[in-house]
């Protein structure tokens, strides 16, 4: 039986377009550098640390099936099911589950929840779909987590230097985005391209943005839910406001919120975004494993079938 706890709404929203993108499985293997200028963000400044006392040493496992994990438990107001499979609403987020072992039946319970045509963002489920499933996006990325041995950037600090680092003022504010900010957050997703955001997406959890002036121009946020873990997603930075500390100053704001709730960061990050990866190291982030995000069409049903 199909349920759904948030209302109906209609299926068929569009792929993200950094889904469609093909890595090839022969990729080397990913080297992350030490140092250097970061491309896709802002240029961390080298800062005092602290250590996180209240960072709880969390059950990575659940990270091997965080969509499921999330959708189970901090997100289930936001889930629809049937059987083992599990997805958000379409308008909120475009992943599903099937958990990390499924059956068969786990399958037929997924097709049956999304429909014929439409694209099972499967995230980085180990198992392959039935055969008859197009393949449409596969994207080789990584999986990192906020360690308690690990330190976390001082708050105040990294803001202050990321600022003198850059050379500007820290007259930008920090502010709390909610609903009605959703135009604003969508048109700089579409500039940036960070990754999936849909109208609902904020629903998630908190996400913070930068203003200069009235104009958003950096904006960072909560994502995935699984227990005693929160994803900081949907890092960009407006390109004409970059080289002023803002992603740094986003993502410590964003920990220091999470560690002080007894829950850990995590995050992920495309392979190729050497600078994003470094970004995250240098603010107390490793490399947890290797993930490839795939995603497949689900076919018409066999006549007869």
Known sequence: MLS????????????????????????????????????????????GRMTTDRMTPSDTTVLDDPVGASLTSTHAHLARSVGRAVAFHPDVASFCSVGT??????????????????????????????????????????????????ATPRLAAATADAATTAGTDTTSRVVELGADDVPEMLELVRRTAPGPFRPGTHELGTYLGIRDGDTLVAMAGQRLRPP??????????????????????????????TTADGERPFLHAVATNTGAIALYERLGFTVRKRVTFRGYRIPDPQPGA
């Open 101 to 150: 072992d499924p059956d068969p039946q786990s399958w037929n319970d997924l097709a049956q929840l999304l429909g014929p045509g439409e694209v099972a963002d499967l995230f980085d489920c180990p198992s392959a779909p039935p055969s008859d499933w197009e393949p449409v996006f596969s994207l080789d990325g990584v999986q990192m987590v906020a360690t308690p041995t690990l």
């Open 4 to 47: 759904i706890t948030r209302g109906t709404r209609v299926l068929g929203s569009p792929l993200p377009a950094h889904h469609r993108l093909i890595v090839r499985d022969d990729e080397p293997p990913l080297r992350l550098p030490d140092t250097g200028r970061l491309p896709d963000t802002d240029r961390l400044p080298d800062t």
């Open 228 to 257: 005693g873990w929160s994803e900081i997603s949907a890092v960009c930075t407006a390109p004409e406001a970059r080289g002023r500390g803002h992603a740094t100053r986003l993502i410590t704001q964003l920990a220091a919120r």
